[in-house]
């Protein structure tokens, strides 16, 4: 299993600013995802950050906008930039462990307001 | 590119019947699916994983089943109880990809 410890839980911006966000894991892992949630919705994988090698990001998310940092098999940060309201979502951190436990485990997510 | 969906996207009960929620996917090239549970304002909790070589996997009151060549996985609820009310959502472990989710009531 994994322990996952995100900071912070929750945050109020100003449009045009960036928020860093980060995601401490307990144990060493390959695979860490950064997730998007918007009100209502399901989750949107924003992009996969091995280390190692440069985060993957799925269509529609750009670096520029949500950079992402993986010094080492058990940490990560996501920065989203220049803020608007329309980022207003809660971003969650996940990893993926392996072997016998092949399972996603979360931390309980950052709940941004832009303003 | 996977795509996944989930069938119904919200259902009301009431407290005792038993349920099925339906996950389809469009690849079966799957390694693994796995269930969550999310309840309102709170993270995710994991439900049950079910490995790709698996057919189904169960904890307590839960069942959940996997058929790769037809594409489809199903979460059973026996005996549902007020406490199950929450979003349901299931995850393919190929591009880490969740469906919607299925938003449960359960009516004491």
């Known amino acids: 299993s994994a322990v996952i410890s995100q900071k912070p839980s929750r945050d109020i911006c100003q449009r045009g600013t960036s928020l860093t966000i980060q995601c401490q894991v307990d144990?060493?892992?390959?695979?860490m995802f950064w997730y998007r949630q918007q009100p209502g919705q399901s989750l949107t994988l924003i992009a996969t950050?091995?280390?190692?090698?440069?985060?993957?990001?799925e269509s529609g998310f750009v670096i520029d906008k949500f950079p992402i940092s993986r010094p080492n098999l058990t940490f990560s940060t996501l920065t989203v930039s220049n803020m608007s309201p329309e980022d207003s979502s809660i971003y969650l951190c996940?990893?993926?462990?392996?072997?016998?436990?092949?399972?996603?485990?979360f931390g309980s997510g950052t709940q941004l307001s832009v303003l | 590119k996977q795509e996944v969906t989930q069938i119904p996207a919200a259902l009301s009960v009431p407290e005792g019947e038993n349920l099925v929620l339906n996950c389809s996917f469009t690849?079966?090239?799957?390694?693994?699916l796995q269930w969550f549970r999310q309840d309102p304002g709170k993270g995710l909790t994991s439900l049950l994983l079910?490995?790709?070589?698996?057919r189904e996997q169960t904890s307590g009151r839960l069942n959940a089943s996997l058929d790769k060549s037809s594409g489809r996985s199903t979460l059973y609820i026996a005996a549902s109880q007020p406490g199950d009310s929450a979003t349901y959502l299931c995850?393919?472990?190929?591009?880490?990809?969740f469906g919607p989710g299925t938003r449960l009531s359960v009516l004491p």
């Open positions: 144990s060493q892992v390959t695979m």
């Open positions: 079910i490995q790709s070589s698996q």
């Open positions: 690849d079966s090239a799957i390694y693994n």
């Open positions: 996940s990893v993926y462990t392996g072997g016998a436990d092949e399972k996603l485990f």
């Open positions: 950050a091995n280390q190692g090698s440069e985060a993957t990001y």
């Open positions: 995850a393919v472990h190929q591009n880490f990809v």
